[in-house]
């Protein structure tokens, strides 16, 4: 597809954050609470704008915010848990992956609350990572193998439809995504539901 490309930031740290806050919501619930969160905590962004922006707040902000902040903005307590402590070693992290392309995964999930999934949304993210595959995603096997094959399958169904395609896995996932077949939707989307009204 013309135009499609794999962007990197190297913003690790901010990558990180906002990977941690969608762990197991949905995309509506976390860009809800990113929003919040960066509207608060944030800097003015720099420049001249049409309108008032904000800018994600630094590593030390990150790990400041108060526990009932994070809960006006809808986040679980382990996401919460999880940003506060990589935020209290934002900075080593971010040098320590910029560092050490061959293996940003080993640093990431030697974080508490960091697993596979959101170690390869940050590679993405932050790095462009052409390789970087979601695992444990709930949607992806089943759109990468109904698109390959017309049948859903699970991660490892996923890895072997996607092996001869190694070392550029996300620029397939990318392809698929943007162009290739989707299967029926099987009932409505799932409402978000809003844990502070529990």
């Known amino acids: 597809m013309p135009g499609l490309r ?12 906002a990977s941690v806050l969608e762990q197991k919501v949905t995309s509506l619930l976390a860009f809800r609470a990113w929003r919040r969160l960066v509207h608060r905590f944030g800097e003015t962004a720099p420049g001249p704008t049409p309108r008032p922006m904000r800018a994600a707040p630094a590593p030390s902000v990150w790990a400041r915010i108060p526990s009932w902040a994070w809960h006006q903005a809808g986040v679980e307590p382990p996401q919460s848990r999880a940003i506060v402590a990589a935020a209290a070693r934002g900075e080593r992290i971010e040098r320590a ?5 061959a293996d940003p995964e080993r640093i990431l999930t030697s ?3 960091v697993g596979v999934w959101t170690a390869a949304e940050t590679r993405l993210r932050s790095l462009g ?6 695992l444990g995603d709930y949607h992806l096997p089943h759109e990468i193998g109904f698109a390959l094959t017309g049948e859903r399958t699970d991660d490892a169904g996923m890895l072997e439809l996607l092996e001869p395609w190694a070392g550029h896995r996300q620029r397939v996932i990318r ?4 162009g290739g077949p989707r299967e029926k939707r099987r009932g409505p989307r799932l409402a978000p539901m809003d844990h502070r009204a529990r």
Do not use: C, E, H
């Open 6 to 17: 794999l962007a990197r930031t190297d913003q690790v740290f901010d990558a990180l954050a």
């Open 97 to 101: 992956v910029l560092a050490d392309r």
């Open 111 to 113: 974080l508490p609350g």
């Open 129 to 134: 990572d052409p390789d970087a595959v979601s």
């Open 175 to 178: 392809l698929i995504g943007a």
